[in-house]
């Protein structure tokens, strides 16, 4: 009676399992491609950058907690959660102060190693260049860059939209899939996170004084995608001023989920075997 019941248990585990991914999927609503978690409460930069004074800046505004990326039939979507977001002056997007850059590295072409935020010229890892860049800003200031070929770079805007989630949130960058090459797991991500300024260089808030600028010292970054220890951490990185991509390990997921199943099945209908055999 006991293996039955076990066997019974374990079977019942597997069709949950598929039952809940193929409900998390439509869920979505797009097939992920890559997620990214990010630690919190690392909004500073290199570790001395400071939010502006003017009371609109609320704790969490720059610190980034997940990127994913996702895809259907028509478009690819990144998403950007944040710990607050808010949208005091009605930007249309739903959001306001978060002036965000993703440079991918698809792996297609060698690419190019520099980086600029604002005034401010940082560097890709030599052999990690990128050929995509996302400027993501309110006020329909998203873009999309493409290098080609010829290593001439292609401006896309009205396949490219930002907006902000239900969850007010996070923040989705909307791109026409078919200005981009297909997204796979195999593409690396850099992901700055600043503040947003319709007057300054690039629409990228610098430091200086009065409420409004950004404190402290360093690269007005005040989050990036990136470890939270180690030589390629944040602070390592954004002291240097050479950047490091982040690679997803999804391609790994499926594998260990289908093997899981394959183990609880062979389990499952072994109890039930035994159980019948007495």
């Known amino acids: 009676m006991h293996l039955r019941r076990l066997g ?7 069709f949950t399992l598929l039952l809940r991914t193929g409900l998390a999927r439509g869920q979505v609503g797009a097939e992920p491609i890559a997620r990214f978690r990010d630690a919190q409460g690392d909004d500073a930069g290199a570790g001395n950058l400071l939010y502006p004074d003017h009371r609109v800046y609320v704790p969490g505004l720059f610190d980034l907690l997940e990127f994913v990326v996702s895809q259907d039939e028509d478009n690819v979507y990144f998403d950007f959660q944040f710990a607050a977001l808010t949208n005091p002056f009605q930007a249309p997007e739903g959001y306001f102060h978060q002036r965000i850059e993703v440079y991918i590295h698809t792996g297609l072409r060698l690419g190019r190693t520099a980086l600029k935020v604002g005034s401010h ?11 995509l860049r996302l400027s993501i800003s309110p006020f ?14 292609q401006v896309f805007s009205e396949e490219v939209t930002s907006f902000c989630l239900a969850d007010n949130k996070t923040v989705r960058l ?10 796979n797991s195999a593409w690396g991500y850099y992901v700055l996170i600043g503040s947003f300024d319709g007057l300054a260089e690039d ?3 610098d430091l ?11 690269l007005p970054i005040f989050d990036i995608l990136a470890p939270r220890l ?6 390592v990185q954004l002291s240097k001023g ?21 183990v609880v099945f062979a389990l499952g209908s072994f109890c039930v075997w035994r159980w019948q055999r007495g």
């Open 140 to 153: 329909d200031e998203a873009k999309l860059y493409v290098i080609g070929e010829d290593n001439r770079v």
């Open 208 to 218: 200086g004084e009065g409420p409004w600028q950004v404190g402290g010292d360093g």
């Open 8 to 14: 019974a248990v374990l079977l019942c585990l597997m």
């Open 203 to 205: 629409f990228w808030r």
């Open 230 to 235: 180690g030589t390629r951490s944040q602070k």
């Open 121 to 131: 010229n940082l560097q890709t890892a030599p052999e990690l260049g990128w050929d």
């Open 174 to 183: 909307q791109i026409r899939d078919d200005v981009l090459p297909q997204p």
């Open 242 to 262: 050479v950047l490091y991509p982040v690679f997803s390990r999804r391609a790994l997921a499926p594998q260990w989920f289908w093997r899981l199943l394959v």
